[in-house]
């Protein structure tokens, strides 16, 4: 749900593009099985890690265990602030004196494998016992011309959460499993007529939030918006018939009054507050509200399901989150690998779902795990079939107060001119792609 700037964005870019290190420095692709092995084993020294305080509960709880059992290796945080992690990490980088690992939000990866500032990983990668069952979603952001420079970090999930309680008295079978079913449980639970309560709840005014739980309602049936790989990308909007159904779906929810009035003025500062209160049937949004419901208390029948597609299947998910990356020109690469893979072992795994997040390594799903974590375990299973657009123009085409995507959004669901409001997006979409083309 990363939102910054467009003038923010061009600046790291700007920044990124002056005195950057090549691609094919360290750990490049033509690196040997042998220093493939042996990289990353007993280093020495201090690693230091930048860590986003918009997500240091994991790194907080098990970076003093790591130094505890690993004698002459230190990891060192140091927290960046979410409004500027991405600049302060160019900063650096651009002066020379980068961090040896960063926990940086997965969807502002390309911004930095696209300028070459990030250290090759495809052979140390390929070499994990884990790979085959890291988060896919989180691994695709990190690939960038055939070769891999990140590696999956934590998973900040959405979902769909539905009131049990509320389904209950309305004689449904939830979750629901198509868009359809969606609008049709949210009147139903409307129709209650009970005092203050909604069928459903959406932060209608902000646009990280709007996207972070409707577009796996598209990649639940492998219906993506941008597609293609960079460089070469298309937009594909306009005449989207899944997009149309969803957009459809949203503004019957809105017409009929399923939704609060205020939601359209939530900007996200309240999101999910009215489902906390157990006022609200249906709530699309991320799986790390799970504390706060039940520190709430005033919810304690509650579900949570996949986002479903048009027509039913696995639903998705928004494989929000952090990748861990090495910086070009890292002082103990080996070091930071080191801790990567320590990261990645069942045991620190298992303990992501106390911190508030899920764990990217899917054989993490044992059944001792689902018994202990049922709820995460959902949000996991989800995990298989998520996704995230690797894409330069992210956070300008749907993040920004007056993005192309939230038009949209504004147009169909509150206006009703979906078609118009499609067409409009397709040409702001593409003027975005044209841009960022003509500028790399």
Known sequence: MKRLSMGAACAVLAMLAVGCGSSSSSGGSKTSAASAASFGTNAKGTVVFYQRAATNGVALALVPKFNATHPGL???????????????????????HPPDLVGLNDIDVPEFTSEHTLMNLTNYIKALPQLSTLS????????????????????????????????AKAHLN??????????????????????????????????????????????????????G??????????????????????HEMWKHGDAPANDQTDSGATWGDDFASGKVGLYP????????????GNIKDFGIAPLPG?????????????????????????????????????????????????????????????????????ALKALKTGYAPTTLIYDQAYNEPNSPW???????????????????????FEQLLSSTSSGH
């Not at 989180?138 to 309680?165: R, T």
């Not at 949004?285 to 709430?296: D, R, T």
């Not at 959004?409 to 702001?428: C, K, L, W």
């Open 74 to 96: 230190k990891v060192k945080i140091v927290q960046t602030s979410p409004n500027n992690d991405t600049s302060t990490l160019a900063t650096a980088i651009r002066a020379g």
């Open 136 to 167: 896919q979603g989180h691994l695709n952001l990190g690939n960038y011309q055939g070769q891999m420079y990140a590696v999956p970090y934590l998973a900040d999930l959405s979902v769909l959460w539905y009131n049990k309680a509320l389904f």
């Open 174 to 227: 939830g979750p629901p499993t198509s868009f359809a079913q969606m609008v049709s449980d949210a009147d139903a639970i409307q129709k209650l007529g009970l005092p203050g309560v909604h069928g459903v709840s959406f932060a209608g005014d902000c646009q990280g939030c709007l996207g972070f739980v409707m577009e796996p309602d598209l990649w639940a049936d492998k219906n993506y918006m941008i597609q």
């Open 229 to 250: 790989d960079l460089p070469k990308q298309s937009i594909n909007i306009k005449g989207n018939a899944e997009l149309t159904a969803l957009m459809n779906a949203y």
């Open 285 to 296: 949004g991320p799986y790390g509200k799970y504390p706060v419901f039940v520190k709430s």
């Open 310 to 378: 048009q027509n039913g299947g696995a639903g998705s998910t928004f494989d929000g989150g952090d990748d861990f990356v090495i910086p070009n020109g890292a002082k103990n690469a080996s070091g930071a690998w080191e801790f990567v893979k320590w990261m990645l072992q069942p045991a620190q795994q298992a303990q992501y779902p106390k911190y508030g997040y899920t764990p990217i390594v899917t054989s993490t799903l044992t059944p001792s795990f689902i018994k202990a974590n049922p709820y995460d375990a959902v």
């Open 406 to 428: 939230f038009k949209l959004f504004t147009d169909a669901v509150y206006n009703g001119d979906v078609a118009g409001g499609e067409a409009a997006a397709q040409s702001g």
